[in-house]
């Protein structure tokens, strides 16, 4: 019989689900991503490289992702009728926000959306992938009151994706940073997003419905929306001394320090970090201005020494975003928007070969 001994809270090591798509190796630093290290692809691969091992298993040769860019382009626009609701947004709502009410619209689009097949799954992840970047730049230009920016169909995905976002055409050295950037966002095993969403699809909930579920959850600070915390903090101030001071007085308070902390990697430095970690270097390099990175290398020191906690991906992802220009309101979301491809195979896994989630409580109430 199972007893309330078996409880254990948040879930903390409990095995979830059987998937051949992602697993954290801790004790070899890997992202094992279908059988590819994450870290190693980061070196020479691109974004798409990845989209395409998570959706059709393997690295693809430049054929193969000639091709895969070509079906993602298609779908850089959305339907005409679609475009009046963001200027229904509210101002002043979380662009997060913004795409979850847009993603879920989406769903009366889509002709097909009783049919979850494999390939229908499929290509519905890349029709998605493909109007991404518009919904997510325009959610956060719809709810500042600005104007609907358009994609230029001539850059690559992630030069359009920058240059839909600044109004500028990106460097060589800002789009391979910002691609990396999508890259290490893309796939991360079983955070509670790609939870939240397997048990969404468990009942047979289409992917738009799915992915609404896993909006809402990377939107919590304790998630995805630890970067655009990160980078409130390092605006607070404008030193070192300035920054190690706020730290110190953060934990004196008992606070948390976004951007550091993990359920998988608690006592190690997230191996995403270190990638992002050196991006920021360049761009620091790049300004001849290395006080970000001096700031979140005194917070790092600060957070070893005295809660022996190390920086996740979020606290040098948020730096980067800065440097590029992004507006903070968008970290998350280009987050979410990364990590849509991962959280497709999820849910292209579970629809695969499915039972429903229904897992059982220990039972605190009165007495009966
Ligand atoms: C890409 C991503 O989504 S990565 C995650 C981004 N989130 C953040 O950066 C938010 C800050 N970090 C955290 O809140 C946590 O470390 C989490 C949510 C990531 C992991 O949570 P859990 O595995 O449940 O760890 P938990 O919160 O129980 O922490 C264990 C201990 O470390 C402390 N701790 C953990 N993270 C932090 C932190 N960032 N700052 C200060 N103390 C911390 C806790 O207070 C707790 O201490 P205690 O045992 O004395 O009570
Ligand atoms: O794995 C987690 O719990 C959170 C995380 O780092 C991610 O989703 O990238």
């Known amino acids: ?22 697993f954290l190796d801790v004790d070899r630093e890997k ?16 974004y798409f490289d990845v989209v395409h091992l998570l959706l059709e298993g393997d690295v693809p040769d430049q054929e193969e992702k000639n091709k895969l860019e070509e079906n993602i382009k298609g779908y850089y626009s959305l339907p005409d009728d679609i475009l009046p609701t963001f200027n229904l947004l509210p ?3 979380h662009p997060m926000d913004g795409m979850r009410t847009i993603i879920s619209l989406l769903a009366g689009y889509d002709a097909d959306i009783e049919n979850r097949s494999h390939n229908e799954n499929k290509q519905r992840a890349y029709k998605l992938l493909g109007q991404l970047p518009f919904i997510t730049v325009n959610s956060y230009f719809a709810t500042e009151g600005k104007k609907i920016v358009s994609p230029d169909e001539k850059l690559g995905y992630s030069a359009n994706f920058l240059y839909m ?4 055409k990106p460097s060589d050295l800002e789009v391979e940073i910002f691609d990396q950037l999508l890259l290490l966002y893309i796939e991360h095993e079983m955070p509670n997003s790609t939870f939240a969403a397997r048990v969404i699809a468990s009942t047979n909930a289409d992917m738009y419905g799915t992915l609404t579920g896993a909006i809402s959850s ?22 070192v001394d300035g920054f190690e001071a706020l730290i110190r007085h953060k934990l004196q308070n008992k606070e948390k320090i976004m ?15 270190t990638i992002t970690k050196e991006a920021l270097r360049k761009l620091c390099e790049r300004d001849k201005d290395y006080t970000l990175l001096e700031m979140c290398e005194a ?7 005295e809660k022996g906690l190390y920086p996740n991906l979020d606290y040098y992802a948020a730096p980067v975003y800065w440097k590029l220009g992004i507006p903070i309101p968008l970290y998350t ?18 629809h695969d070969n499915n039972r429903i989630f229904r897992p059982r409580v220990a039972y605190t109430g009165k007495s009966y």
Request: charged fraction near 30%.
């Open 1 to 22: 019989m199972r007893t309330s001994e078996s409880f254990v809270p948040g879930l903390d090591g409990v095995i979830a689900a059987k998937t051949e798509i992602s």
């Open 165 to 168: 976002i600044t109004g500028k």
């Open 91 to 93: 101002k002043g709502m």
């Open 259 to 273: 951007g550091f902390g993990h359920r998988v990697y608690m006592k190690k430095m997230d191996p995403r970090a």
């Open 31 to 46: 992202i094992v991503i279908r059988g590819e290290d994450l870290i190693e692809l980061a070196k020479d691969k691109t």
């Open 333 to 350: 979301p280009i987050f979410f928007s990364a990590r849509t491809a991962g959280l497709a195979a999820h849910i292209i896994e579970q």
């Open 218 to 239: 990377l939107k919590g600070n304790l998630h995805g929306g630890a970067n655009e915390a990160v980078m409130h903090m390092l605006r607070e101030v404008d030193t």
């Open 299 to 305: 917070g790092e020191e600060i957070m070893r020494e």
